[in-house]
């Protein structure tokens, strides 16, 4: 079995903050660390590769020292990280990421499985994973909570919903994106440590994964950013006591009432 791991440095939650003018997480001097839901598809992989054989290739698009978290996940067991870096990168909103990484799977090629945490802690639009699967054209199942079954052919595997889970089987090659109920991820040994520091990361450009210069970086990137602000909680509660049941009844009958609900 050949995964891809898609892994995304991010910034630690405890120095994050958000630049307003642009929109956008400030990365700059701050702790980085993988983000926690990779960690859980790293794991997951490193499992399946356990049990079946193959590979597993980390691929992250980020600035020069993504190549730390790359490291922290060869040292974890991963076989070969790739690094997708270049100015022309930079910018990238979740459609260009998408389309980048997927273009670098292409590249990767004969690939069975690409897995993604279900999202990143920073940008948190759980999007990039679908976004894989449509510019591949494959199929995708995303909050995967469980692997139960996996033959030649097909995978077949849990996927959180609201209230419960869905079953859902898929042939090869899919995306997956999974939750952190799914494993506990391993720490790094030493001999991953010692293997991690000595190994190369691949690094690509545009030209390495033949992109289309129009849809990555900021030029491929649609979105924009209009504003960024701590929603106001406009919901307000009252608490009752026994004594004052007969007013709460009331009060609750002139408020629907007066919302027209009777
Ligand atoms: C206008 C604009 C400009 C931006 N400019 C920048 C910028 O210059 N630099 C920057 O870092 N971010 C930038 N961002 C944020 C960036 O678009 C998102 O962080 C990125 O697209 C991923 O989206 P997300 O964080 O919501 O990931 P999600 O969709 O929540 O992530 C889901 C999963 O996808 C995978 N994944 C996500 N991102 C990557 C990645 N980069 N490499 C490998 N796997 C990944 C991981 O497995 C992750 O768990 C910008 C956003 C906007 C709107």
């Known amino acids: 079995m ?19 003018e642009t929109g956008t997480v400030v990365r700059e001097g701050v702790e980085l660390m ?16 356990e049990e079946f054989g193959g590979e597993v290739i980390a691929i992250s ?15 974890m067991g991963v076989d070969e ?25 292409k590249k990767i090629s004969d690939f069975d499985l ?16 679908p976004g894989i699967a449509a510019h591949l054209g494959i199929p995708q199942i995303t909050f995967v909570r469980k692997i139960d079954a996996i033959t030649s052919e097909r995978i077949r595997a849990e996927r959180l919903v609201e209230g419960g889970y869905e079953v859902i089987s898929s042939p090869f090659p899919l995306v997956m994106t999974v939750v952190k109920e799914i494993n506990e991820p391993r720490l790094p040994t ?23 210069k129009k849809r990555i970086g900021s030029e491929g990137s649609p979105t924009m950013v209009d504003e960024i602000f701590t929603p106001v909680l406009t919901k307000e ?10 007013e709460a ?14």
């Open 61 to 75: 698009m980020g600035p020069p020292q993504t190549e730390g978290a790359l490291k922290e996940v060869i040292a």
């Open 34 to 49: 993988v983000n926690p839901f990779d960690l859980y598809a790293v794991e997951e992989a490193l499992k399946i590769k």
């Open 190 to 212: 030493l001999k991953g440590k010692l293997r991690a520091r000595k190994v190369e990361i691949k690094k690509w450009g545009p030209e390495d994964i033949n992109v289309d």
């Open 237 to 246: 509660g009252k608490i009752y006591s026994d004594e004052e049941m007969e």
């Open 114 to 129: 690409v897995l993604c945490g279900k999202q990143a802690i920073d940008g948190d639009t759980a999007q990039v994973g």
């Open 2 to 20: 050949r995964i891809i791991v898609c892994i995304k440095q991010v910034p630690d939650p405890e120095y994050a903050s958000m630049d307003k």
């Open 249 to 262: 009844v009331s009060e609750i009958i002139t408020a629907q009432e007066e919302m027209g609900l009777i």
């Open 81 to 105: 990280g790739i690094l997708l870096t270049s100015l022309d990168f930079a910018g990238a909103d979740t459609l260009a990421t998408s389309y980048t990484l997927s273009m670098a799977c």
